[in-house]
């Protein structure tokens, strides 16, 4: 019975990690030997795939350009949702209840039912093929979400605490980042990352606001259709490559999401 209960885990681990692995080993040959042979590991190791990607501006600016307008979308959609929960955490007032289910009807929407509408706004606005175009369309899905995880959070705070902070002579700035942020501080961390991974894998919204300049990542992977078919190595480097960020942004908030899971809305 023990070796059950860790082997259906360890098989579990196994079939979801075989994906990656198998991508990551892709990422080390090349085309013709992914195509010519099946290996569990390369025969003829290379790195010329990554060399590429790093060199080339085109691809690595496509990296600068994913990172750029995700940052600036996740600090907009936190600084935006974090008074605004607040207050459906705080106040009740008329329509808080219909607002807070507006709010959410925008984060079930489907990305391309607004890619025609902010390609035209952008574009007449001059904001098209930005970074910040495609930051603020993201916001459109990314403030309601990290609005609903943020009040969660904050109504678990006793109300109490406002109170005693005004007693105490704060000013509302003063209570707010100074002792209630640090209070909710798992729940930024989770909001934060699901603000951080919408961002990063949408593709429709970010292909369709951009051109050259903030040409993302994702968009940049269509490249490597040639003549020739797929370059296969190329493309596999480029696919490691896009999952490093995430795995950053899961280890260092790792511990606000367990804590997310259990308290918030997640």
């Given at each position: 019975?023990?070796?059950?209960?860790?082997?259906?885990?360890?098989?579990?681990?196994?079939?979801?990690?075989?994906?990656?692995?198998?991508?990551?080993?892709?990422?080390?040959?090349?085309?013709?030997?992914?195509?010519?042979?099946?290996?569990?590991?390369?025969?003829?190791?290379?790195?010329?795939?990554?060399?590429?990607?790093?060199?080339?501006?085109?691809?690595?600016?496509?990296?600068?350009?994913?990172?750029?307008?995700?940052?600036?979308?996740?600090?907009?959609?936190?600084?935006?949702?974090?008074?605004?929960?607040?207050?459906?955490?705080?106040?009740?007032?008329?329509?808080?209840?219909?607002?807070?289910?507006?709010?959410?009807?925008?984060?079930?929407?489907?990305?391309?039912?607004f890619a025609l509408p902010f390609f035209q706004l952008y574009s007449a606005i001059g904001l098209f093929d930005t970074h910040i175009a495609v930051a603020l369309s993201h916001c459109l899905f990314n403030i309601p979400l990290a609005v609903w995880i943020l009040e969660g959070f904050m109504s678990g705070v006793p109300k109490e605490l406002d109170e005693t902070a005004y007693i105490d002579g704060y000013s509302f700035p003063q209570f707010f980042f100074k002792i209630f942020i640090p209070a909710?501080?798992?729940?930024?961390?989770?909001?934060?990352?699901?603000?951080?991974?919408?961002?990063?894998?949408?593709?429709?919204?970010?292909?369709?606001?951009?051109?050259?300049?903030?040409?993302?990542?994702?968009?940049?992977?269509?490249?490597?259709?040639?003549?020739?078919?797929?370059?296969?190595?190329?493309?596999?480097?480029?696919?490691?490559?896009?999952?490093?960020?995430?795995?950053?942004?899961?280890?260092?908030?790792?511990?606000?999401?367990?804590?997310?899971?259990?308290?918030?809305?997640?």
């Amino acid at each position: 019975m023990k070796k059950i209960t860790w082997l259906i885990p360890t098989v579990y681990i196994v079939f979801l990690m075989l994906p990656i692995y198998w991508l990551v080993n892709m990422s080390f040959k090349t085309t013709n030997e992914i195509l010519g042979s099946f290996t569990l590991w390369p025969n003829n190791f290379t790195v010329e795939n990554y060399v590429t990607i790093f060199t080339d501006p085109t691809w690595f600016m496509g990296y600068v350009n994913s990172l750029t307008y995700v940052t600036i979308n996740t600090v907009i959609s936190l600084l935006v949702a974090l008074p605004a929960a607040y207050a459906f955490s705080r106040y009740r007032f008329l329509g808080d209840k219909h607002l807070f289910f507006w709010l959410l009807t925008n984060r079930m929407a489907p990305p391309a039912v607004f890619a025609l509408p902010f390609f035209q706004l952008y574009s007449a606005i001059g904001l098209f093929d930005t970074h910040i175009a495609v930051a603020l369309s993201h916001c459109l899905f990314n403030i309601p979400l990290a609005v609903w995880i943020l009040e969660g959070f904050m109504s678990g705070v006793p109300k109490e605490l406002d109170e005693t902070a005004y007693i105490d002579g704060y000013s509302f700035p003063q209570f707010f980042f100074k002792i209630f942020i640090p209070a909710i501080a798992a729940g930024i961390g989770v909001a934060a990352f699901f603000c951080f991974m919408f961002s990063w894998v949408e593709l429709l919204l970010a292909k369709t606001l951009t051109a050259v300049d903030a040409k993302p990542i994702a968009a940049t992977m269509t490249r490597t259709v040639s003549t020739a078919g797929y370059e296969l190595g190329l493309l596999s480097a480029a696919g490691t490559l896009t999952i490093v960020p995430g795995a950053f942004v899961i280890y260092f908030v790792r511990n606000y999401i367990a804590k997310g899971f259990a308290l918030g809305r997640v």
